[in-house]
Structures are given as structure tokens and as C-alpha cells.
């Protein structure tokens, strides 16, 4: 809680912004911030080659690791506030490092992101407040772990305890191969992370995403998402970090999404407040809406990816100023989100071969892209030594499009896609079957 006294409470005009990350979450919100015109420049550490082609922005390439010279640098291009994407630097403590030195953070501390780097701590937190959620067992040895599994009447989901870049579910078909993934994790498949296990009972129904931005006190809602985890069309194959999403997710009407505000998100708020955790970023909430309620699947400390992708373009351009008022402790907890009356959409290309092996290194061609309401986000690519992008990573690029209804949302990313060619590409066409009139008709 001191860090975050020293920080000054009066906001000056925000000009220059830090963005820390390298995927499409980062460059999305990257093109979000940068429509205020109050913004001169947005920096990201490392970004990747997209960053460069957003308004305003610049990357600059240093290690993290080197304190001395990011405070150096942080002083020298005068940022103002400072938005960390992803997990492990928050799970680093980076957050509390930088208010220590006076800087304003958006994202939580370490105290906070244990909401995410460790399951079976996030769990604990859900009993302790009573919050909805599967039941679990946190195993720390595999001779516990099988009286478990063959005792239990449910099926089970295994979980690795700490941070395995959305690799550490299994969902088994039956005991023995929830008995072979847990040894596999115990042999030591993820490191320390995999010391501790949660089994988890299986439960059922649609998923969706709910972000809440908080202050450390009070917080306000993004619009809502849904995203496509499994790599195949149907939802089926194995689960990624994310192939598609879609805002808003018609499925949270306002009297569903207010009984999650009442069993699930105000319990969080309270009981962070409870354990003392001064909170000053984004939770995300992943939700399972069973036949008995919304049950939390997990908590993340950061923006989901793609939904952040697909959240952004909706935002207007005060959308800053919320992440400042976060950061600063100084949410009223009314605040309005301008987002658009469009409703926006979101699939990924990526290489061949992902979410198993892959290979990294084609360039990238991108042909006519719409010019209104369409945005490509790099994902994972990086420059050539001649400046060609080439593909660097399992998720390459994120197509995001924004109409007045999810069949032309579809359709126009779909087209967009045509545009868009490098050796491998891969992506689903049913992003969004949910919500699209063809699809629902297939049903
Ligand atoms: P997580 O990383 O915890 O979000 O899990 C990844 C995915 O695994 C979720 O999006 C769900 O599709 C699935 N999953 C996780 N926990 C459960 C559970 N208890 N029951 C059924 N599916 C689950």
C-alpha cells in the first residue's frame, strides 16, 4: 500500500505513455490511446514490428532486466503513466518497482497478479469470498493426486499451479490421462510453475470475458467478450491463447451481467480491499455461464489476448484517461465508457503448426486493407535487417473490424483476410458462429 502514496494525486496532462509488451494486446492498446490529443508520443518496450506503424509510437529496446537504465529512459522521455500488457513482469513485481520510483502504473502489483500466477492461491480467494467457481483440490504430490482422481465422481481438469503461458490446462478424457498429464507436470513439464497442481472438477456451458478496470477501490466495466480458444473450427482441437473474439457477447444481457456484478465482481473487489491489495489495473474475469450460474474458470491480472484487440477499437478517446485515473486511485466508479454503438469482431492468423511447433521468419504481405474500421495488429512479427516483417511467432496478426452487426463484422474481416498472405497462414472461418445469422441457422 505505500508505494502508492508518494505518487501525486493531481493529474498533469498526460503526453508521453509507456506501453510494456510485444503482442497485438499491446499495439491495440497502443492505437487506442494514441486518438487523445492531449498524447505526443506512446513508447513500447519491446513492442515488435507493428508498433511502429501506429500513430505516435516508438519502440525502445531495452532489457527490462536493467533497472537503472529503464528509470533512465523513463525520466528521459518524460512518461507520464506506464500500462504493463502482459503477466510475468507484473508477476515480477514490476508494478510495485516503478511506483516506488514515483512512476504512474497501471497494473497491479505482485500482491495483485497472484490473482493469476497461482491458481491455487486465486482458488483460496474465491472460497475465502464465496465466489462461484469449480470445485478444486490443490495437490502437491502425485500419490495425492491419484486418490483424487479415481475417488472422484466427476471428471477433472488439471491445472499447473503457476505462470505456463496458457499452456498449463489439460482437459482428459478420462482418469488415466488425468493421471498421465498431472505425472507429466510433476516430472517437471513446467518447471517450478508445475510443483503444485489444482484438479478441478469439470463443469459446462459458453464462456465469456468480463473486464473490470480497477483503482485499488472502485472500478468500471469494458464492454463484454467472447473468445474462441480451440484451434479447430467447431471449437475443436487443442486450446491456444486465442483465435478469434468478439464484443459485445449478447449472451451477458444486462440483468445476467448484473447478477455477475453481484455473485462475482464485487465479491472480488471486496475482498482484495479485504487482504489488503491495493488493485490499480485490469481483472479479467473468464467465465463459464453453467446451468447454475456464472462460475469464475480464472482470473487474469492483464488484458485478455484477443479481446483487448477487439475491445479497443470500441473505446473513444478518453479511454486514457481511465487507465490514468486507475493508476492514480482516483476512479469515481461512474465513470462512462464512450465505446461506439458498433459492435466488433476479431480473428487470428497464425502459423502453421501452432500451437505445436512452428516456424518463424516468412515476410508478411499485406494488400488493400478497408480504411474505416478495420485494424490489423501485429501479434507476433518482427523487421528483417532490410525492414521486411516477417511472421515471429505462433499468433502472427490480429484482423479486427467493427460494424453495425457480427455478419458484416464477419464478412468484412473475412475479406480483409484475402488481403493478407504469408507462408502457413492459418485461421478459422467460423469466428463469431455464435452471433452470425448463417451459423445460427446451421444450428
Ligand atoms: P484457464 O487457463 O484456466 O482459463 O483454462 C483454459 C480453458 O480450459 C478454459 O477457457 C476452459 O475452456 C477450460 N477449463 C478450465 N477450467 C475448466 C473447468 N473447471 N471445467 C471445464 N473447462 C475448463
Redesign the pocket.
Known amino acids: 500500500m505505500s508505494t502508492h502514496k508518494k505518487i501525486s494525486n493531481s493529474s498533469c496532462k498526460l503526453k508521453n505513455i509507456l506501453i510494456i509488451g510485444s503482442g497485438g494486446r499491446e499495439n491495440s492498446l497502443a492505437w487506442a490511446i494514441q486518438k487523445n490529443n492531449s498524447i505526443k508520443k506512446i513508447y513500447l518496450i519491446p513492442g515488435n514490428a507493428g508498433s511502429e506503424r501506429i500513430n505516435k509510437c516508438e519502440r525502445i529496446l531495452i532489457d527490462l532486466n536493467n533497472k537503472d537504465l529503464l528509470i533512465e529512459k523513463l525520466h528521459f522521455f518524460k512518461i507520464n503513466l506506464i500500462v504493463i500488457g502482459p503477466e510475468i513482469p507484473l508477476a515480477n513485481g514490476l508494478a510495485d518497482f516503478l511506483r516506488k520510483n514515483e512512476f504512474k502504473v497501471f497494473g497491479p502489483g505482485k500482491d495483485g497478479a497472484k490473482l493469476e500466477y497461482s491458481?491455487s492461491w486465486a482458488k483460496e480467494f474465491m472460497q475465502d469470498a464465496k465466489i462461484p467457481t469449480?470445485k478444486f483440490w490443490k495437490v502437491s504430490s502425485i500419490d495425492e493426486a491419484k486418490k483424487i482422481i479415481y475417488s472422484s465422481a466427476n471428471q477433472l481438469?488439471v491445472?499447473v499451479d503457476g505462470l505456463a503461458s496458457?499452456k498449463?490446462?489439460f482437459?482428459p478424457d478420462s482418469k488415466d490421462e488425468c493421471l498421465e498429464a498431472t505425472e507429466s507436470i510433476f516430472k517437471g513439464k513446467f518447471g517450478n510453475s508445475g510443483e503444485v497442481i489444482v484438479l478441478?472438477?469439470?463443469?459446462?456451458g459458453p464462456?465469456v470475458s468480463v473486464f473490470a478496470l480497477c483503482d485499488g477501490e472502485k472500478y468500471i466495466l469494458l464492454p463484454t467478450a467472447q473468445d474462441h480458444?480451440r484451434l479447430n473450427e467447431k471449437d475443436k482441437g487443442p486450446?491456444t491463447g486465442g483465435m478469434g473474439a468478439y464484443s459485445p457477447a449478447p449472451l451477458l444481457t444486462k440483468d445476467y451481467l448484473q447478477r455477475i456484478v453481484q455473485e462475482i465482481i464485487d465479491p472480488t473487489i471486496n475482498e482484495l480491499k479485504k487482504k489488503n491489495i491495493n488493485y490499480r489495473g485490469v481483472i479479467y474475469f473468464?467465465l463459464?455461464i453453467t446451468k447454475s450460474g456464472p462460475k469464475v474458470?480464472?482470473y487474469n491480472c492483464r488484458f485478455g489476448d484477443p479481446e483487448c484487440q477487439t475491445i479497443m477499437p470500441l473505446m473513444d478517446q478518453n479511454f486514457v484517461y481511465l487507465l490514468e485515473k486507475c493508476a492514480m486511485g482516483k476512479l469515481t466508479g461512474e465513470e462512462k465508457i464512450h465505446s461506439s454503438k458498433k459492435v466488433s469482431g476479431c480473428v487470428i492468423a497464425t502459423s502453421k503448426g501452432y500451437p505445436s511447433e512452428y516456424k518463424t521468419g516468412f515476410p508478411i504481405k499485406i494488400g488493400n486493407i478497408d480504411s474505416k474500421d478495420c485494424q490489423i495488429f501485429d501479434s507476433g512479427t518482427r523487421l528483417s535487417k532490410t525492414g521486411e516483417v516477417l511472421t515471429d511467432g505462433g499468433r502472427v496478426l490480429s484482423i479486427v473490424c467493427q460494424e453495425s452487426d457480427f455478419d458484416k463484422v464477419f464478412e468484412k474481416a473475412y475479406r480483409n483476410l484475402q488481403e493478407i498472405y504469408f507462408e502457413g497462414i492459418y485461421f478459422r472461418n467460423d469466428i463469431g458462429h455464435q452471433v452470425r445469422k448463417k451459423f445460427l441457422m446451421e444450428k
Open positions: 491458481k469449480a481438469v491445472k496458457g498449463g490446462v482437459i478441478e472438477e469439470k463443469i459446462q464462456e480458444k486450446n473468464g463459464m474458470i480464472e
